[in-house]
């Protein structure tokens, strides 16, 4: 089987907005959360389902993107936060007891 090239190239944000849409049945409402959030618009899935009415939760742990997508996404709840699991891959160990995560950046003591 050969593949051929599209005749009419689309970007690759334009590729996941399909992606979204079809994912999720061109649905005009619904809530989302986006963690490593990332650039506030830029081959961001989320921002194309809040242009079409969806709202949510964006978590990012660098704090320049962060004050970005509070600029420029102030309808949005955000967070600045890292998110991982528990153990070696996850680098996070319990800081609470309930789940909330400290994480090990390799840059401490022990």
């Known amino acids: 089987m050969i593949l051929m ?15 979204v849409w079809k994912f999720f049945d061109c649905a005009k409402q619904g809530v989302f959360v986006e963690v490593g959030a990332n650039y506030p618009t830029l081959l961001s899935q989320t921002w194309h389902l809040e242009q079409q009415g969806w ?3 964006l978590v990012e742990p660098n704090p320049e993107l962060c004050e970005m997508l509070q600029a420029q996404r102030p309808r949005r709840r955000t967070f600045q936060a890292a998110v991982g ?26």
Do not use: K, M, N, Y
């Not at 090239?5 to 992606?19: D, F, G, M, V």
């Not at 699991?85 to 950046?105: L, N, V």
């Open 5 to 19: 090239e599209p005749t009419t190239p689309i970007s690759q944000e334009e590729q996941e907005l399909q992606l």
């Open 55 to 57: 709202s949510g939760v």
């Open 85 to 110: 699991g528990p153990g070696p891959g996850g680098r996070g160990g319990s800081a609470d007891g309930h789940g909330a995560r400290a994480f090990d950046t390799g840059t401490g003591p022990g």
